[in-house]
Each structure stands twice: as structure tokens, then as C-alpha cells.
């Protein structure tokens, strides 16, 4: 039966077995994406549309669907293709290590990695063998969801920890018979729930300091990662949504405020006419560049 249909109920929750692949103009080179029909977390894709924007990997030209299958296969002759840069035993060693953990890890980027932030930077997560494959590739790992500053309370409560760690220590605070701890827990508790969009203007602020102009990264939010790039100063996501296969103009997305009103743009990040999405890009007008 088709996707979700009544005698397989579950359905939906899978991961496709083969993806859509879009072929956008990429500097002057047609230039293949891979888009999704569902929105899971897919690791997988936000990855390797950077490797095809960088022109790591390629597909013949009439390609149209690709699976997940080949796309680890891709994948797996990129990470062993690469060798290390440094030549002592002891770096030998640890890129040794850092290649078998990304071969580990490969099988669950078609679903979703355990990736654990910290709320003190943007490139700032606790390290799991999962982080190893954006090691190798040398693709910055980002995510925007950042402790204000200006905000000295939720700074002291959150400090260093990750977001697991913060989630145990308001609970052990909540129970704790220390007002002071309770009172710890309450505001660390009120910083996760204000900031559940995981993105702050902080974080963003950040965020558009650290991406290097024209770097492709990859960004992770609310369990999902994005591939990012930074152009003329502003960070756009790329749009992935197997809904606009057919739409050349609706390449790149704005991340430039926090409230997910965003406008699309084509792949010389113009805004493009053929939709508006938010009061940014109504009229069709659009800013002149």
C-alpha cells in the first residue's frame, strides 16, 4: 500500500528508503540536492547536499531518485578517501580512531544522531563518536540555542552543562530542600521552556558571527540538521522540502530572526517571485540586491 495508508499504520514514522533528487544552478554548475518527503531529523541529508554543493560527490546527470543506500555508499568512500593531515603516530592513531567511529555512526544518520548541546556556544556540544563524521568532512557543527548574557540568573543556573545534564539537575533541584537549589531548578526550567524554539536572538547574533562568509555548515535545531550558508552576511538554510522539487527558484530559505518568519530565494539568493511566504515577501517586489 501507499505511505500511510490503513493496513500499515506506522508507516509514516519511517524514514524513506529513496529520496527525491532536485538539480539546482550552483556557480554556474548544474548542481544535484537531495530533498525529503517527511520531516525527520535525516542527518544524512543536511550532510551530504554539503558534500554536493562542494562538489565532493557527484550523480549522473539524469539521476532523479536516490537511496539511502547509496547515499551511505557516498558517503563511506568520501570518509575513506580522506587522509589525515598531520603525520605523528599519535594523531595516526586518534584519526584512526575518528574514522571507525564514523563508520560506526554511519547507519544512524538516515534517522537521527544523538547529538547533546551545550548553551554556551554555537559550536559548542558534548563530544560523541557521532561528532566525528562532521570531524573528518570538516563540516562546522552549529546550533543557536544560546543562554543570554544579559540574563546573569539563567547563566549561573545553566552554566557549562548540556542539555541532558540540565535536564537531570532541575529535576534533583526541584526535589531538593534547599530553596536556593529549588529556585536554581525553577529558573533553568523557565530557560527551557522560554527558548523551546532553540534558537535565540543571542544564539543568532552568534550564530552570524561565527559561520565564515560562503561556508557550508550544518545546523542543528528542535532534533533536526539543516545544511547553512552565509552570504553577504546573512545565514540561509537550504530548503530540502520534497514539495518544492519543481520550484528552481526556491533554493535557500533566511535564518535572520528568531520567530521563523523567513523568505525564500533562488540559488543566487535572490528572492524569488514564484511564492511568498510571511509579510517579508509579499507584493513581489522584493529588495533590490
Not at 545546523?219 to 533536526?224: E, G, Y
Not at 520534497?242 to 535564518?255: A, D, K
Request: include cysteine; proline fraction near 6%.
Amino acid at each position: 500500500g501507499p505511505l500511510g495508508s490503513p493496513e500499515f499504520p506506522g508507516r509514516l514514522e519511517m524514514e524513506p528508503d529513496f529520496y527525491c533528487v532536485k538539480w539546482i544552478p550552483w556557480k554556474g554548475e548544474q548542481t544535484p540536492i537531495i530533498t525529503q518527503s517527511t520531516n525527520g531529523p535525516c542527518p544524512l541529508l543536511a550532510i551530504m547536499n554539503i558534500l554536493f554543493l562542494q562538489w565532493k560527490v557527484k550523480l549522473p546527470p539524469q539521476k532523479e531518485v536516490i537511496t539511502s543506500d547509496e547515499l551511505m555508499a557516498h558517503l563511506g568512500n568520501c570518509l575513506l578517501s580522506i587522509k589525515p593531515q598531520e603525520k605523528s603516530e599519535g594523531l595516526q592513531l586518534n584519526f584512526q580512531q575518528n574514522v571507525d567511529d564514523a563508520m560506526t555512526v554511519l547507519p544512524k544518520l538516515a534517522t537521527g544522531l544523538d547529538v547533546n548541546v551545550r548553551f554556551t556556544g554555537v559550536s559548542d556540544f558534548e563530544y560523541t563518536p557521532e561528532c566525528s563524521v562532521f570531524d573528518l568532512l570538516g563540516i562546522p557543527l552549529y546550533h543557536g540555542w544560546l543562554v543570554d548574557p544579559q540574563s546573569p540568573e539563567a547563566v549561573r543556573a545553566v552554566g557549562k552543562l548540556s542539555y541532558n545534564q540540565l535536564v537531570e539537575r532541575i529535576i534533583t533541584c526541584k526535589h531538593s530542600s534547599d530553596t536556593n537549589l529549588v529556585t536554581e531548578g525553577l529558573i533553568a526550567e523557565q530557560f527551557l521552556e522560554t527558548t523551546a524554539a532553540q534558537l535565540t536572538y543571542h544564539g543568532l547574533c552568534e550564530l552570524t558571527a561565527a559561520a565564515k562568509e560562503g561556508e557550508l555548515s550544518v545546523f542543528f535545531r528542535n532534533n533536526h540538521f539543516s545544511t547553512m550558508t552565509k552570504h553577504k552576511s546573512h545565514l540561509y538554510l537550504l530548503v530540502t522540502d520534497q514539495g518544492f522539487l519543481q520550484e528552481e527558484q526556491v533554493v535557500w530559505e533566511s535564518l535572520h530572526n528568531v520567530d521563523g518568519d523567513s523568505c525564500f530565494c533562488d540559488s543566487d539568493f535572490h528572492l524569488s517571485h514564484s511564492l511568498g511566504k510571511g509579510p517579508g515577501a509579499e507584493g513581489g517586489s522584493g529588495s533590490p540586491e
